[in-house]
Nanobody, 119 residues
């Protein structure tokens, strides 16, 4: 079993910054890609940013230049530095990890952390 534990969400004013963290634990052989998704009320879950084990990154157009994803492979942890936050960034943010375990390769999800951007 694999667990993803997120932290770092909260309330911030427009233009502010937050840093999200997500640590994976459990019976993991390796983690391929890790990423952050978000879901706003009434909207579908969307990819925010992803990073491979080799460090290649991918960002949604709406966050390019403002958000930075990084990971610490030794700690099985992924981070999302969010700068210049806008009200439209308000959502529940979910961590995702594609991990190789005994039974194969599966996608795992965190419980979600609320990010609210409001004055």
């Amino acid at each position: 079993q694999v667990q993803l534990v997120e932290s770092g969400g909260g309330l911030v004013q427009p233009g502010g910054s937050l840093r999200l963290s997500c640590a994976a634990s459990g019976s993991i052989f390796s983690i391929n890609a890790m990423g952050w998704y978000r879901q706003a009320p009434g909207k579908q879950r969307e990819l925010v940013a992803a990073i491979t084990s080799g460090g290649s990154t991918n960002y949604a157009d709406s966050v390019k230049g403002r958000f930075t994803i990084s990971r610490d492979n030794a700690k099985n942890t992924v981070y999302l530095q969010m700068n210049s936050l806008k009200p439209e960034d308000t959502a529940v943010y979910y961590c995702n990890a594609r991990a190789q375990v005994v039974a194969g390769i599966y996608d795992y999800w965190g419980q979600g952390t609320q990010v609210t951007v409001s004055s």
